[in-house]
T-cell receptor
Framework: DAGVIQSPRHEVTEMGQEVTLRCKPI?????LFWYRQTMMRGLELLIY????????DSGMPEDRFSAKMPNASFSTLKIQPSEPRDSAVYFC?????????????FGPGTRLTVT | GENVEQHPSTLSVQEGDSAVIKCTYS??????FPWYKQELGKGPQLIID?????GEKKDQRIAVTLNKTAKHFSLHITETQPEDSAVYFC???????????FGIGTKLQVIP
């Protein structure tokens, strides 16, 4: 398996623009997570899905952020409008329920810069 | 919700020495504690985990200890090597389902 795939790897955009980050989880995994990583706040969970259904979105900063998972193999994180404080590395991770392990498999991340 | 505190934030050791990273958690219901290693430009990767019914777990040069009464757990790396240089995150599973709360991270530098 290719692992978790994220695109784009780097995104530079101007304040006010819409940004869409994409994720393809590992086939067969039933959980998908979106994280944001910054120096000041570390690794923050934004939202996670189970079987394509959002379970907890309490980490989503504000209404400018939205996430969808239309099917088991694809998810998007959208920021509209983007702001400079949204600059961070965004990770997608996936996992599957085994009852014994909760290992999350992370993608390579998308580095977002909002100018 | 769960709160995980991790220290130190940075750690420098000589090659061959041991490194210890400590974490505390707040939710007494948490029962799963993973450690992730993040190399530069990559996503975090699980290196070891421990469940609440176990006090210690070892895997070659790394070990994790858990004290549920005190609500703290630690990562021990022995005989450190330059390739151990990375950022290490502790985490705790709490809040239902598979929601994991991460510590702030420790940047470990192993000096050759």
């Amino acid at each position: 398996d290719a692992g978790v795939i994220q695109s784009p790897r780097h995104e530079v955009t101007e304040m006010g623009q819409e940004v869409t980050l994409r994720c393809k989880p590992i086939s067969g995994h039933d959980y998908l997570f979106w994280y944001r990583q910054t120096m000041m706040r570390g690794l923050e969970l934004l939202i996670y899905f189970n079987n394509n259904v959002p379970i907890d979105d309490s980490g989503m900063p504000e209404d400018r952020f939205s996430a969808k998972m239309p099917n088991a193999s694809f998810s998007t994180l959208k920021i509209q409008p983007s702001e400079p404080r949204d600059s961070a590395v965004y990770f997608c991770a996936s996992s599957y329920e085994t009852g014994r392990s909760y290992e999350q498999y992370f993608g390579p991340g998308t580095r977002l810069t909002v100018t | 919700g769960e709160n995980v505190e991790q220290h130190p934030s940075t750690l420098s050791v000589q090659e061959g020495d041991s490194a210890v990273i400590k974490c505390t958690y707040s939710d007494s219901a948490s029962n799963y504690f993973p450690w992730y290693k993040q190399e530069l430009g990559k996503g975090p990767q699980l290196i070891i985990d421990i469940r609440s019914n176990v006090g210690e777990k070892k895997d070659q040069r790394i070990a994790v200890t858990l004290n549920k009464t005190a609500k703290h757990f630690s990562l021990h790396i022995t005989e450190t090597q330059p390739e151990d240089s990375a950022v290490y995150f502790c985490a705790a599973l709490g809040g239902g389902y598979q929601k994991v709360t991460f510590g702030i991270g420790t940047k470990l530098q192993v000096i050759p």
